[in-house]
């Protein structure tokens, strides 16, 4: 990781497993147990935020219809973590 990330969400539940997720100009970069994963920002289609009564999640769709779901967040990380991913991946596309 050479340039600094616009976003982290560290110790957060990334699909089954514990993990971080950075959000870099060009690229989301996403550390859980189970490996590394690298997706280019340009694959993201929608983002999308759920809240209930046992907390907020952000839903990242990727092209190919692949859902990644973070999970463990507060609602305002969540909003901000939105909010980051949408003004980086508009000003990509």
Excluded: C
Aim: avoid cysteine.
């Amino acid at each position: 990781m050479g340039d600094d990330a616009r976003l982290a969400l560290t110790k957060v539940r990334i699909g089954r497993s514990m993990g971080s997720l950075y959000v870099f100009d060009d690229r989301i970069e996403i550390t859980t147990d189970d490996g590394d994963r690298t997706i280019p920002i340009t694959e993201v289609e929608r983002v999308a935020n759920r809240r209930n009564w046992r907390g907020s999640r952000l839903l990242l769709a990727l092209k190919g219809g692949q859902v990644v779901q973070v999970r463990r967040l507060g609602p305002n990380a969540t909003t901000v973590a939105h909010r980051t991913i949408l003004a980086v991946a508009r000003a990509a596309h």
